[in-house]
Protein backbone atom coordinates (compact mmCIF):
# COMPACT_ATOMS: atom_id res chain seq x y z
CA UNK A 1 0.00 0.00 0.00
CA UNK A 2 0.82 3.47 -0.29
CA UNK A 3 -0.13 6.01 1.77
CA UNK A 4 -1.43 9.42 0.62
CA UNK A 5 -2.76 13.01 2.53
CA UNK A 6 -4.76 15.55 1.31
CA UNK A 7 -4.01 18.87 3.38
CA UNK A 8 -5.10 21.50 0.88
CA UNK A 9 -8.93 22.02 1.92
CA UNK A 10 -9.39 24.27 -0.54
CA UNK A 11 -9.28 21.91 -3.78
CA UNK A 12 -12.08 20.01 -5.37
CA UNK A 13 -10.61 16.98 -4.34
CA UNK A 14 -10.36 17.26 -0.70
CA UNK A 15 -14.14 18.37 -0.59
CA UNK A 16 -15.57 15.73 -2.62
CA UNK A 17 -13.26 13.00 -0.65
CA UNK A 18 -14.37 14.43 2.86
CA UNK A 19 -17.47 14.51 1.94
CA UNK A 20 -17.81 10.73 0.93
CA UNK A 21 -16.41 10.11 3.54
CA UNK A 22 -19.18 11.77 5.83
CA UNK A 23 -21.56 9.82 3.88
CA UNK A 24 -20.08 6.78 4.60
CA UNK A 25 -20.16 7.15 8.08
CA UNK A 26 -23.76 8.39 8.02
CA UNK A 27 -24.86 5.56 6.41
CA UNK A 28 -23.12 3.15 8.53
CA UNK A 29 -24.92 4.38 11.72
CA UNK A 30 -27.66 4.38 9.83
CA UNK A 31 -27.30 0.57 9.04
CA UNK A 32 -26.75 0.10 12.24
CA UNK A 33 -30.14 1.33 13.76
CA UNK A 34 -31.88 -0.49 10.54
CA UNK A 35 -30.19 -3.78 11.62
CA UNK A 36 -31.37 -2.91 15.46
CA UNK A 37 -35.12 -2.13 14.13
CA UNK A 38 -35.74 -4.80 11.78
CA UNK A 39 -33.69 -7.87 13.59
CA UNK A 40 -35.82 -9.32 16.04
CA UNK A 41 -33.30 -11.09 17.86
CA UNK A 42 -30.31 -9.55 20.07
CA UNK A 43 -27.20 -10.21 18.38
CA UNK A 44 -23.26 -10.24 19.73
CA UNK A 45 -21.79 -9.96 16.23
CA UNK A 46 -22.51 -10.28 12.79
CA UNK A 47 -20.70 -11.61 9.75
CA UNK A 48 -20.40 -9.58 6.64
CA UNK A 49 -18.59 -6.89 4.56
CA UNK A 50 -16.15 -5.33 6.82
CA UNK A 51 -15.26 -1.09 7.16
CA UNK A 52 -12.47 -0.02 4.65
CA UNK A 53 -13.34 -2.81 2.34
CA UNK A 54 -15.34 -3.19 -1.22
CA UNK A 55 -17.91 -2.32 0.26
CA UNK A 56 -16.39 0.68 1.76
CA UNK A 57 -18.69 0.48 5.56
CA UNK A 58 -19.77 -2.52 7.20
CA UNK A 59 -22.72 -4.97 6.28
CA UNK A 60 -24.34 -7.49 7.94
CA UNK A 61 -25.27 -10.22 6.66
CA UNK A 62 -25.61 -13.14 9.12
CA UNK A 63 -25.77 -12.65 12.61
CA UNK A 64 -24.21 -14.45 15.73
CA UNK A 65 -27.51 -14.36 17.53
CA UNK A 66 -27.67 -14.30 21.65
CA UNK A 67 -30.16 -16.81 21.93
CA UNK A 68 -30.29 -18.88 19.57
CA UNK A 69 -32.68 -21.36 20.97
CA UNK A 70 -35.29 -18.47 20.11
CA UNK A 71 -34.40 -18.26 16.35
CA UNK A 72 -37.45 -18.69 13.75
CA UNK A 73 -36.08 -22.10 11.93
CA UNK A 74 -38.86 -20.66 9.01
CA UNK A 75 -37.14 -16.99 8.82
CA UNK A 76 -33.27 -17.99 9.40
CA UNK A 77 -31.28 -21.25 9.21
CA UNK A 78 -27.75 -22.01 10.93
CA UNK A 79 -24.48 -21.97 8.89
CA UNK A 80 -23.78 -25.50 8.77
CA UNK A 81 -19.91 -24.52 8.87
CA UNK A 82 -20.10 -21.84 11.46
CA UNK A 83 -21.71 -23.17 14.62
CA UNK A 84 -24.26 -19.91 15.89
CA UNK A 85 -23.83 -17.87 12.99
CA UNK A 86 -27.31 -17.67 11.21
CA UNK A 87 -28.42 -16.59 7.42
CA UNK A 88 -31.85 -15.75 5.86
CA UNK A 89 -33.31 -19.14 5.29
CA UNK A 90 -33.87 -18.71 1.48
CA UNK A 91 -35.88 -22.12 1.14
CA UNK A 92 -39.28 -20.01 2.71
CA UNK A 93 -41.11 -16.82 1.74
CA UNK A 94 -40.42 -15.45 5.25
CA UNK A 95 -36.75 -16.07 5.41
CA UNK A 96 -36.85 -14.63 1.61
CA UNK A 97 -38.08 -11.47 2.88
CA UNK A 98 -35.96 -11.12 5.31
CA UNK A 99 -32.96 -11.33 3.14
CA UNK A 100 -34.69 -8.49 0.99
CA UNK A 101 -35.20 -6.67 4.00
CA UNK A 102 -31.24 -7.03 5.04
CA UNK A 103 -30.05 -5.87 0.96
CA UNK A 104 -31.96 -2.65 2.45
CA UNK A 105 -28.70 -1.76 4.17
CA UNK A 106 -26.85 0.99 2.48
CA UNK A 107 -23.10 0.59 1.19
CA UNK A 108 -20.40 2.40 -1.56
CA UNK A 109 -18.26 0.93 -3.15
CA UNK A 110 -14.24 0.98 -3.70
CA UNK A 111 -14.47 1.81 -7.05
CA UNK A 112 -16.14 5.00 -6.76
CA UNK A 113 -13.37 6.26 -4.71
CA UNK A 114 -10.82 5.43 -7.57
CA UNK A 115 -12.91 7.00 -10.26
CA UNK A 116 -13.22 10.26 -7.86
CA UNK A 117 -9.10 10.00 -7.70
CA UNK A 118 -8.90 9.40 -11.58
CA UNK A 119 -6.93 6.05 -10.94
CA UNK A 120 -7.75 3.40 -14.12
CA UNK A 121 -8.47 0.23 -12.64
CA UNK A 122 -7.93 -3.57 -13.79
CA UNK A 123 -6.65 -6.49 -12.87
CA UNK A 124 -5.92 -7.86 -8.76
CA UNK A 125 -5.92 -5.14 -6.84
CA UNK A 126 -6.58 -3.83 -2.63
CA UNK A 127 -9.36 -1.77 -2.00
CA UNK A 128 -8.69 1.93 -1.56
CA UNK A 129 -8.90 3.11 2.09
CA UNK A 130 -9.45 6.59 3.29
CA UNK A 131 -10.11 8.38 6.66
CA UNK A 132 -10.28 12.06 7.55
CA UNK A 133 -8.36 12.66 10.65
CA UNK A 134 -8.03 16.36 11.75
CA UNK A 135 -9.01 18.23 8.82
CA UNK A 136 -6.52 16.09 6.77
CA UNK A 137 -7.77 13.12 4.18
CA UNK A 138 -5.57 10.14 4.25
CA UNK A 139 -5.85 7.51 1.82
CA UNK A 140 -3.97 4.25 1.00
CA UNK A 141 -4.30 2.49 -2.54
CA UNK A 142 -2.69 -0.39 -4.11
CA UNK A 143 1.09 -0.33 -5.39
CA UNK A 144 -0.27 -0.07 -8.76
CA UNK A 145 -2.60 2.88 -8.73
CA UNK A 146 -0.88 6.09 -8.64
CA UNK A 147 -3.16 9.36 -8.40
CA UNK A 148 -2.39 12.32 -10.96
CA UNK A 149 -3.80 15.12 -8.85
CA UNK A 150 -1.26 17.25 -7.49
CA UNK A 151 -3.15 17.56 -3.91
CA UNK A 152 -2.14 14.03 -2.79
CA UNK A 153 1.12 14.23 -1.20
CA UNK A 154 2.69 10.88 -0.82
CA UNK A 155 3.44 9.90 3.01
CA UNK A 156 4.99 7.15 4.90
CA UNK A 157 2.76 4.62 7.08
CA UNK A 158 5.03 5.92 9.85
CA UNK A 159 3.63 9.32 8.89
CA UNK A 160 0.09 7.64 8.05
CA UNK A 161 0.20 6.36 11.78
CA UNK A 162 0.74 9.82 13.88
CA UNK A 163 -2.42 11.06 12.59
CA UNK A 164 -4.08 7.99 14.34
CA UNK A 165 -2.03 8.35 17.81
CA UNK A 166 -1.46 12.47 17.99
Given amino acids: MIFYRITNTECEIYRRLKDQRKEELKAAEENKEFLKKNIPYKYERYCGYTDQGARRIPIA ?6 HPEEVDAKVWREDSKRAGLYFPN ?8 M ?7 RGFSGFKLLDMLGIDYYGEFSCPKMWVKKEIVLIALDDNHHPTDKNLIEI ?5 ESCFNA
Avoid: S, V
Fill in 61 to 66: IGFYFL
Fill in 99 to 105: QTLIDHQ
Fill in 90 to 97: KRTKAGRN
Fill in 156 to 160: TRKEL
